[in-house]
T-cell receptor, first 116, second 114 residues
Framework: AQKITQTQPGMFVQEKEAVTLDCTYD???????LFWYKQPSSGEMIFLIY??????QNATEGRYSLNFQKAKKSANLVISASQLGDSAMYFC?????????????FGSGTKLNVKP | DVKVTQSSRYLVKRTGEKVFLECVQD?????MFWYRQDPGLGLRLIYF???????EKGDIPEGYSVSREKKERFSLILESASTNQTSMYLC?????????????FGPGTRLTVL
């Protein structure tokens, strides 16, 4: 089974509107972490936001928020007030493991295009 | 600022060649990772290392090996390159302190095997 599933290969959003990128995960661990990364066309991976499995509040970082629904095993990224510079690939990822021993799993990504 | 560097941005090799991809991080991170990125497949973990000389297979280790003789350096080795190893290779490192969570990525090496 896939550890991380991103079902939207591509999405369009109008500038200044909000957009939600979907992510579901699969784990039997109680302690895990969820991440979102942005990859612009230049190729670098940019960390956006993190949610720990025990965090009760949804994580927020500026215009990014993570809609964490533990029972549904979903960790959707919400980008408010989209900007042209938000056009990029977005990857959802999960960390399993404890201490020094950590494995990360990434989804297949969602390509977001912001239209002017 | 954490810096993760990779030895080459672009590399072209011939089938059967032995290929070394080098990754160096400057923040004393315990964890280091090698991924390959292919369109529609996202990032797939090849190998990771949780300490010097310690390594673990990821999800797609076949055809690859790794070396971590020093904490700052993690090398990916393609013993006999094949065309299906043409891909973007990304290295990452991470601090295991629970106060920090994210991985820091290098710029990537785009490898073409002819």
């Amino acid at each position: 089974a896939q550890k991380i599933t991103q079902t939207q290969p591509g999405m369009f959003v109008q500038e200044k509107e909000a957009v939600t990128l979907d992510c579901t995960y699969d784990t039997s661990d109680q302690s895990y972490g969820l991440f979102w990364y942005k990859q612009p066309s230049s190729g670098e991976m940019i960390f956006l936001i993190y949610q720990g499995s025990y965090d009760e509040q949804n994580a927020t970082e500026g215009r990014y928020s993570l809609n964490f629904q533990k029972a549904k095993k979903s960790a959707n990224l919400v980008i408010s007030a989209s900007q042209l510079g938000d056009s990029a690939m977005y990857f959802c990822a999960m960390r399993e493991g404890r201490g020094n021993f950590n494995k990360f799993y990434f989804g297949s990504g969602t390509k977001l295009n912001v239209k002017p | 600022d954490v810096k993760v560097t990779q030895s080459s941005r672009y590399l072209v090799k011939r089938t059967g060649e032995k290929v070394f991809l080098e990754c160096v991080q400057d923040m004393d991170h315990e964890n280091m990772f090698w991924y390959r990125q292919d369109p529609g497949l996202g990032l797939r973990l090849i190998y990771f290392s949780y300490d010097v000389k310690m390594k673990e297979k990821g999800d797609i280790p076949e055809g690859y090996s790794v070396s971590r003789e020093k904490k700052e350096r993690f090398s990916l080795i393609l013993e006999s390159a094949s065309t299906n190893q043409t891909s973007m290779y990304l290295c990452a490192s991470r601090d295991t302190d629970p106060a920090y969570n994210e991985q820091f990525f290098g710029p990537g090496t785009r490898l073409t095997v002819l």
